[in-house]
């Protein structure tokens, strides 16, 4: 769909949209969905395993969870996500999933037209964002269910798309076309706009006669919002739409509140050493997936090497040694440390990542003696620089220095989240402003209730950008935010209807 249309500009410069939300990934998908009226319920006769939890449920049944006060059914909840509003929502989704069980969700949704707050969703491709792009051979680290989002079980997606269900875990692929459907049976694709890449995000208050009339407005026509209920624009956001035939379309619009909703996987992290830009060093799974399928690697005598200690180090693992491929497994870490994430996973539901993590164990390298056929890994090394001649320098933790020659490298060490639009690069957002935002590092500093970030007014974060990397956490962040905007909305209306004015804020 057009994001920019010749005969349907908006004519008022001093009008904006109520909501832009940037990334169209599941973050982005189940705030529109809940943006456009959907509220969720408990379901009738619905029992929730905790009872303190269920006991605040039944004290305001007749309320939709957008209505309640998040703080106070939050409290005391524990889970696998630090914002107290994820956990929340995810017990209500999959209770006790955490235990192992399967219990049915004990909400119901409601579409309730009344409660649809205008807005649009941007992002660079289809609707499902990095799902698309990731990398097809690998299951998913969650349970399909898990991956599933508000009023659509992925189960019976799945179950009309394949024949046998040999397991709960998913390909990628499977959750990128589920994503892209599901905005279309939920009537969502009228607020969607792909192939559309932000340039600035920027706050500013100006005269109406300041406008660049080079840029154009964004249509309204597909969002059915009548002038009158528009309001002062607060911020500016900028950018191009990528059409057919490969000409880049600049365009202008305003906002009154942005959600940042574009996930962490942007910019693959770096060791920022010597000879990483040979092209024999790859950065991604996807890259280093390519080199193996176009037999770019079998047969090579010289090893891999894969830096990272995390799943998708693991899936290069994998990948290579599927292949045949001999594999040299550097990472920083001790192969006790509590925080790898293989002990977080329960051995028999992902018994791949388990034999990674043995061999990370117990095929570890020794000074007296060579690297094993098949794999070998270095625990407690870094890699000091990488050579012309395809080698690389390693140290241990004791400074060791050993020469090995490669075949390849993949470093797989996290990624960052592509925040040049903003001011900063969008640090100042973050919990330590010097640094860039990470997941698990730096992550962007909200109000644990609303999603607001704490440092910019008006402006909501959710997703892996506030800590969120997992789906059944990250629909949380689009709890919090309706249920911010939903207050305002009301509280809003009350100051018109009491004769307060316009009803600009």
């Not at 349907?8 to 529109?32: A, R, T, W």
């Not at 969720?40 to 395993?49: D, M």
């Not at 079998?298 to 180090?313: F, H, M, N, Q, Y």
């Amino acid at each position: 769909m057009p994001l920019v249309e010749e005969t349907s500009l908006l004519e008022g410069s001093s009008v904006s949209l109520p909501v832009v939300i940037i990334g169209n990934g599941p973050s982005g998908i189940c705030l529109s969905y809940m943006l456009s009226g959907y509220r969720p319920y408990l379901a009738p006769e619905a029992i929730h395993p905790n009872a303190i939890l269920h006991s605040k449920l039944e004290e305001a049944r007749h309320l939709s969870i957008v209505d309640q006060d998040l703080e106070y059914l939050s409290e005391g909840l524990e889970g696998r996500s630090s914002n107290p509003v994820a956990v929340l929502f995810d017990t209500l989704l999959h209770p006790d999933a955490d235990f192992g069980y399967d219990y049915p969700s004990i909400l119901h949704w409601k579409l309730e037209q009344h409660h649809c707050i205008p807005h649009l969703v941007l992002g660079k491709g289809p609707p499902g964002g990095a799902w698309h792009n990731m990398e097809g051979s690998m299951l998913t680290i969650s349970f399909g269910n898990w991956m599933e989002l508000p009023g659509l079980k992925f189960k019976d997606w799945v179950s009309n798309k394949r024949r046998n269900l040999k397991g709960d875990r998913v390909m990628p692929e499977e959750i990128a076309r589920y994503y892209k459907h599901y905005v279309k049976v939920m009537g969502l694709q009228k607020n969607f706009r792909e192939n559309t890449y932000i340039t600035s995000l920027s706050k500013l208050y100006r005269d109406q006669d300041d406008d660049n009339n080079q840029d154009r407005d964004i249509s309204t026509k597909h969002l059915q919002i009548e002038k009158s209920k528009l309001i002062k624009r607060n911020w500016e956001i900028r950018g191009y739409q990528r059409i057919a035939d490969g000409s880049h379309v600049p365009f202008c619009l305003f906002a009154e509140n942005v959600a940042l909703a574009t996930g962490t996987l942007d910019s693959p992290g770096h060791l920022e050493i010597e000879g990483e830009d040979f092209p024999f060093v790859f950065h991604s799974m996807p890259e280093f997936g390519a080199a193996v399928n176009k037999v770019k690697l079998r047969g090579k005598v010289d090893p891999v090497l894969i830096v990272g200690s995390g799943l998708t180090a693991a899936d290069a693992v994998l990948c290579a040694y599927n292949n045949n491929i001999p594999v040299m497994h550097v990472f920083r870490r001790r192969v006790t440390d509590p925080n790898l994430i293989f002990k977080q996973l329960p051995k028999k539901l992902y018994p791949e990542y388990h034999k990674v993590y043995h061999m990370m164990c117990t095929q570890s390298y020794s000074a007296d003696s060579n690297l094993l056929s098949d794999y070998t890994s270095f625990p407690e090394h870094h890699v000091l620089s990488f050579k012309s001649d395809m080698k690389c320098i390693l140290q241990s933790v004791s400074g060791l220095k050993k020469i090995f020659k490669l075949s390849a490298a993949v470093v797989l060490i996290g990624s960052h989240p592509n925040l040049s639009f903003l001011k900063e690069q969008g640090c100042y957002l973050g919990h330590n402003s010097s640094q860039p935002i990470t997941c698990k590092g730096n992550p962007v500093e909200i109000n644990a209730y609303t999603y607001e970030c704490v440092k910019e007014a008006n402006l909501f974060a959710l997703g892996p950008l506030v800590g969120d990397n997992f789906v059944r956490f990250l629909k949380g962040g689009a709890l919090g935010v309706t249920r911010c905007l939903a207050v305002r909305q009301k509280k809003k209306h009350l100051f018109v209807e009491r004769g307060g004015g316009d009803g600009i804020a």
